[in-house]
């Protein structure tokens, strides 16, 4: 029963992302805190689950509190994303970040660190691919969420073709704070332990978001270029990892 609860946390998170392009604008902003919650506490719980309450800590001091700490300097100083700031409509805030964005940092830093222990065993790559994976995220995050209005950028220039509202910059940003996370994180937490049945909730749940987020952006949220960008970004990842278990699939 404890084995099968990741897998239904990440039905309840898939049906929360099914209704998000399916809303119209006043309940899009419930169901995206609503995702942001079930996927931290997925990601949070498989952590705690297949490898032990001191890893799922370190997760969150590592992620949720160093994705505060990262937000928190960005907004007030403008490193390392860019000058931005919150609007109010994702709730209260924690110096001048809503409290669930650093949750959002930790949902999907869990998958991408599990993905990258599976595609790379050196301690090094595993932080390069884990860094990547994390940051790629947000070639789809920050044009859906701008669009939606959460957040704006006072000077978006230059920017990617077709996504002008977000800058390079903040891309930037994400990759060497990512980078850094997984460092730290893997520090801490010791040892990587490869463990591909219980981590397969996990496994889907990054193949999701980088397939369920490319249709999204084509086909219901008129975001065609980060539909795009985000399609070779995150499939610098996704890809690998859903070639790796089709062959492991085949072979077993």
């Known amino acids: 029963m404890t ?18 392009p ?12 609503t995702t942001v919650v079930l996927g931290y506490v997925l990601s949070v719980g498989h952590a705690a689950l297949t490898r032990g309450p001191r890893v799922a800590a370190v997760l969150v001091v590592v992620t949720t509190g160093g994705g505060l700490f990262v ?3 960005g907004v007030a100083s403008g490193a390392p994303f860019g000058e931005y700031a919150y609007s109010g409509a994702l709730g209260p805030k924690i110096a001048g970040v809503p409290w669930v964005i650093p949750l959002a940092w930790t949902w999907m830093a869990w998958p991408a660190w599990l993905a990258a222990v599976r595609l790379v065993r050196p301690t090094a790559l595993r932080v390069g691919v884990a860094g990547v994976g994390l940051a790629a995220w947000d070639l789809f995050l920050d044009p859906q969420m701008v669009a939606e209005g959460y957040w704006t950028w006072s000077n978006p220039s230059p920017s990617l073709p077709g996504v002008p509202d977000v800058p390079l910059g903040n891309y930037a ?11 730290v994180f893997s520090g801490l937490a010791g040892p990587a332990a490869l463990v591909i049945g219980p981590d397969a909730p ?3 749940l990054y193949l999701w978001t980088y397939f369920s987020s ?4 084509a086909a219901f949220l008129g975001l065609s270029a980060s539909a795009g960008w985000g399609a070779l970004g995150m499939g610098l990842v996704a890809l690998p990892l859903a070639v790796t ?6 072979r077993t």
């Open 22 to 33: 399916l809303t119209d604008d006043g309940a899009r902003t419930a169901v995206t805190v």
């Open 173 to 183: 940003g994400w990759l060497v704070v990512a980078i850094l996370m997984m460092t």
């Open 71 to 73: 937000e928190a300097a």
């Open 214 to 217: 490319i249709l999204a952006h």
């Open 245 to 250: 278990l089709i062959l492991h699939r085949v």
């Open 3 to 20: 084995r099968k609860l990741p897998w239904y946390g990440l039905g309840l998170l898939i049906l929360a992302q099914i209704c998000y």
């Open 202 to 204: 996990m496994y889907a």
